[in-house]
């Protein structure tokens, strides 16, 4: 004879699902085209999506950095599998301090700096937001137009209001930094402000140090707290400590700021989720206290994190030589971004393509911006099959604070008035900028 509960059981499982009122939620863009990539028969399929190195051959580059370090590594007969503390490996959050702040930095020397691993860049941002929201005065977070498509999540799932700033220009594929000083300036008083220290996603668009200090002097006058996104230092300018020098700013002067370091990029540890959330304080004390609340955050969420990037990180940094080669490697991968910005543009200059392709080599990075249109990029994907991101968007004056958000957190009634795309530049090579040239000479001729 069954039980009660068991004719429960089945009941239940002959009708509706409980999960029945669970609707489809919209594709994310950038994992869209890469399934439309892989699902592409074309031979000459070219892939300028995702945010990822590649080498002349097209293939994602493992670093000969990284290979030591792990053949290092498992050698080790006296390594283990040990949980990590909630914080994470103690030297590796100390060499990532470091190399974000510099090692003589006076916020380290006085131990006003509290640094925890996190889930690569991603995972930073979000413990960062969700610390924010319990412990800061001011929950509204301002972050440029556009930006990385991701970086509203963050904070919106820890319940910030996010605005935006001026930034992108697209008349002249630079930057608006009259828009973006006028905008802070208007912003709340204590409000966080998003800032990406160097190689700006999507628009590979830079304030000069110049304007970094105006930036500076303008945000510590309002009071505004910075938070900086840092996934490519030593990717742009081939310099770690010119590539920090907007961070290193804003420690100087004493102030306190959030730094999210990735090193996805920069290392090419993508799938080894590696990076780091600092808090630099006022006091020593305070940092401590923000610590401990950092452990209570992490703590339900995954309790600790990974070890094996992490290894491969602290390896590298601590050994002069392999330091070195990764630095080495470094310099030649952003060289090899200059060249193929270098090389695209001598292309379509060739070819008389009509426009203004200036800013394809003043823009600088992984990205850029194109200038192309939604329906131009169609016909890229369409007839040469190539695929690119639709992060970067912008629209009218009167909606700029709404568009860079997911459309699932936009209103309904936003319509855009232009879409512009985001190309990664490290997916291109030799062989595949005439093609790419070719490509968008026929989108701008044939859809003007």
């Avoid at 029945?20 to 994992?31: G, K, L, Q, S």
């Avoid at 799938?271 to 600092?278: I, K």
């Avoid at 006022?282 to 290894?311: C, F, W």
């Avoid at 990180?313 to 050994?319: F, G, N, Q, R, Y």
Wanted: hydrophobic residues 40%; negative net charge; proline residues 4%.
């Amino acid at each position: 004879m069954e039980s009660k509960n068991s004719n429960n059981a089945k009941e239940s499982s002959d009708g509706d699902s409980v999960f029945e009122n669970v609707t489809r939620a919209p594709d994310i863009p950038v994992y869209a085209v890469m399934v439309a990539y892989r699902e592409d028969p074309s031979p000459v399929k070219l892939n300028l999506g995702i945010g990822v190195y590649r080498t002349e051959e097209g293939k994602p580059l493992l670093l000969d950095a990284v290979r030591k370090a792990e053949e290092l590594l498992v050698n080790d007969l006296s390594a283990n599998k040990e949980y990590l503390p909630i914080t994470g490996m103690i030297e590796f959050n100390k060499l990532s301090a470091n190399l974000i702040f510099g090692a003589d930095s006076s916020a380290i020397k006085e131990n006003r700096v509290t640094t925890v691993q996190c889930l690569s860049g991603s995972g930073s941002l979000r413990i960062g937001a969700e610390f924010l929201a319990k412990h800061y005065h001011q929950r509204t977070v301002y972050m440029s137009q556009p930006t990385y498509a991701n970086h509203p999540n963050f904070f919106v799932a820890a319940g910030i209001t996010v605005k935006t700033y001026r930034y992108y220009d697209p008349t002249t594929s630079g930057l608006d930094f009259q828009g973006m000083l006028e905008d802070l300036g208007a912003a709340s008083s204590g409000a966080i402000v998003l800032l990406q220290a160097c190689g700006h996603n999507p628009t590979g668009v830079d304030p000069s140090l110049e304007q970094w200090e105006q930036l500076r002097k303008l945000m510590r006058l309002k009071g505004l707290l910075p938070f900086f996104d840092c996934a490519y230092q030593g990717f742009v300018s081939a310099s770690l400590d010119a590539d920090a020098q907007s961070v290193h700013m804003f420690v100087a002067d004493g102030g306190e700021c959030l730094a999210a370091l990735s090193y996805s990029k920069i290392m090419g540890l993508y799938a080894e989720r590696v990076g780091a959330l600092s808090i630099v304080c006022k006091t020593a004390d305070v940092a401590s206290r923000a610590e401990s609340q950092l452990k209570l955050i992490i703590r339900p969420m995954y309790s600790n994190p990974p070890i094996h990037g992490a290894s491969i990180v602290t390896a590298i940094l601590k050994d002069r030589e392999m330091y070195g080669e990764w630095i080495s490697e470094l310099k030649a991968m952003a060289d090899r971004v200059t060249s193929m910005r270098q090389q695209l543009y001598n292309a379509l200059h060739d070819r008389g393509t009509p426009g203004d392709w200036s800013h394809i080599t003043k823009q600088v990075g992984m990205f850029s911006l194109t200038g192309l249109s939604a329906e131009q990029v169609e016909f890229l994907t369409k007839e040469y099959h190539i695929y690119m991101s639709s992060d970067g968007c912008v629209s009218g004056a009167n909606q700029f604070h709404l568009i860079c958000l997911p459309l699932y957190y936009a209103k309904p009634s936003v319509t855009l008035e232009k879409r512009f795309q985001r190309i990664n530049m490290a997916g291109l090579s030799a062989k595949t900028v005439p093609y790419l040239a070719d490509a968008i000479h026929a989108a701008v001729t044939l859809k003007a």
